[in-house]
Antibody, heavy 117, light 110 residues
């Protein structure tokens, strides 16, 4: 059974840092495109980062230079390092299989990040 | 401001047909990139409904269909049912931006 389980979300002050984790079971993260997608309260989903199978990564303009996606193949886990957090980064962060021109066919339940002073 | 534009809401009576449009541009849908559709219930993650323009994952009823033309795409629900009440999003790829989602459409069953 495919499962993606996110963790690490919490309340953090503006300018702070946070690392989100996504533990995957049922498939191998290194064999798939893996993405982080966020959804601010009352808004639609926003793709923010993808790790391609070849090792390359791509980040959305809104987080470029502040967030970094990575993966640990030994743990079959995907991470999102978030630095210089802003109020507008408040959202539920989902880990999903897919990215680029590939659809997102499996999603985690999400983890809430709240940026507020 | 979403790159892909959808109507904020559509509604219909049970059994009716409703259509949700997704307007893009020559940088995304018009560039030949696939369009995918998701539905989302409150408090849950989006769920894949249609992939690669007009393909249904296993388990998705055949009352859901979609098509793509030029710089736009549409999702059609034929024979609307109460359980179809949800938010619907289109998604594609943009040459300059990466993955992009539509602004979302709330479907209400009257």
């Amino acid at each position: 059974e495919v499962q993606l389980v996110e963790s690490g979300g919490k309340l953090v002050r503006p300018g702070g840092s946070l690392r989100l984790s996504c533990v995957v079971s049922g498939f191998t993260v290194s064999d798939n495109y893996m993405s982080w997608v966020r959804q601010a309260p009352g808004k639609g989903p926003e793709w923010i980062a993808v790790a391609y199978t070849g090792g390359n990564t791509h980040h959305a303009n809104s987080v470029h230079g502040r967030f970094t996606i990575s993966r640990d193949t030994s743990r079959n886990t995907v991470y999102l390092q978030m630095n210089s957090l802003r109020d507008e980064d408040t959202a539920v962060y989902y880990c999903a299989r897919g990215g680029g021109n590939i659809y997102f066919d499996s999603w985690g339940r999400g983890t809430l990040v709240t940026v507020s002073s | 401001q979403s790159v892909l534009t959808q109507p904020p809401s559509v509604s219909g009576a049970p059994g009716q047909r409703v259509t949700i449009s997704c307007e893009g541009s020559t940088s995304n849908i018009g560039a030949g990139y696939d369009v995918h559709w998701y539905y989302q219930l409150p408090g849950t993650a989006p769920t894949l409904l249609i992939f690669a323009n007009n393909n249904r994952p296993s388990g998705v009823p055949d009352r859901f269909s979609a098509f793509k033309s030029d710089t736009s795409a549409s999702l059609v629900i034929t024979g609307l049912q109460a359980e179809d009440e949800a938010d619907y999003y289109c998604q594609s790829y943009d040459r300059g931006l990466g993955g992009v989602f539509g602004s979302g459409t709330k479907v209400t069953v009257l």
